[in-house]
């Protein structure tokens, strides 16, 4: 019996042995190949899905540091206080309604700005609001005052004169009483120790009371580091 020929199967026409066995083999190996790169592709899947869990991790991580820093921002944020050291006041008043365009207030006002908390810096300081009234800053002409650094207990002093009508108030009963009322508002921007930006707002109400009233609103930052 030839060994290249199996009976009705010719080698010219199926091959011999040899080619049979170079047909295995590369048939096999073909298998193991596609085999191989399935495993390959599950592995860089895997792969990829924990790399993504790790960046969502990170990034979790890194949210939390940032709400962490922020947190820690608005805890030790420095905070400025507005006082008043001196308030004198007078009131020209002409008890004539035809004559009431004549009737004037005027008002001498001193403040303090305290700086409650850490350091702040590159403040800047600006009357931004004034109403029915006139003011003169007898230390900046133009209402505004600059300091790259203040600490904690510091102050800085802003002096004011103030000039207005005065209107007329009729009760019920007809009584005519005289009042006027004047709005400062003081807007402070500056850095915290971190470098955050940060915004302030001081309000002081002057009118016929004894004493002007003060507001000093929250810090805020504006724009954060983070």
């Given at each position: 019996m030839d060994i290249n020929n199996?009976?009705?199967?010719?080698?010219?026409?199926?091959?011999?042995?040899?080619?049979?066995?170079?047909?295995?083999?590369?048939?096999?190996?073909?298998?193991y190949i596609v085999l191989t790169f399935r495993a390959q592709s599950k592995s860089i899947a895997l792969q990829d899905e924990t790399l993504k869990s790790q960046l969502e991790v990170q990034r979790i991580q890194n949210d939390q540091y940032k709400m962490e820093v922020r947190k820690f921002s608005y805890e030790k944020l420095p905070r400025f206080e507005l006082v008043d050291y001196a308030f004198d006041r007078k009131l020209e008043i002409?008890?004539?309604?035809?004559?009431?365009?004549?009737?004037r207030f005027w008002v001498d006002i001193g403040f303090f700005i305290y700086l409650r908390g850490d350091l702040a810096r590159e403040i800047k300081?600006?009357?931004?609001?004034?109403?029915?009234?006139?003011?003169?800053?007898?230390?900046?002409?133009?209402?505004?005052?600059?300091l790259e650094i203040i600490h904690s207990g510091e102050k800085i002093k802003l002096s004011y004169f103030i000039q207005g009508d005065v209107g007329q108030l009729t009760a019920s009963n007809g009584a005519k009483s005289w009042y006027f009322e004047s709005k400062l508002i003081f807007e402070i921007n500056y850095k915290d120790q971190l470098g955050n930006s940060v915004s302030q707002h001081l309000t002081c109400f002057v009118s016929n009371s004894d004493k002007p009233l003060i507001i000093n609103s929250e810090p805020i930052i504006t724009d954060s580091i983070f």
């Open positions: 199996f009976g009705p199967f010719a080698s010219d026409v199926w091959g011999n042995v040899s080619d049979w066995f170079i047909f295995i083999v590369t048939f096999f190996t073909l298998i002409i008890d004539a309604v035809q004559l009431s365009s004549l009737n300081i600006k009357n931004i609001l004034s109403s029915s009234h006139t003011l003169t800053h007898t230390s900046n002409e133009d209402n505004l005052s600059r």
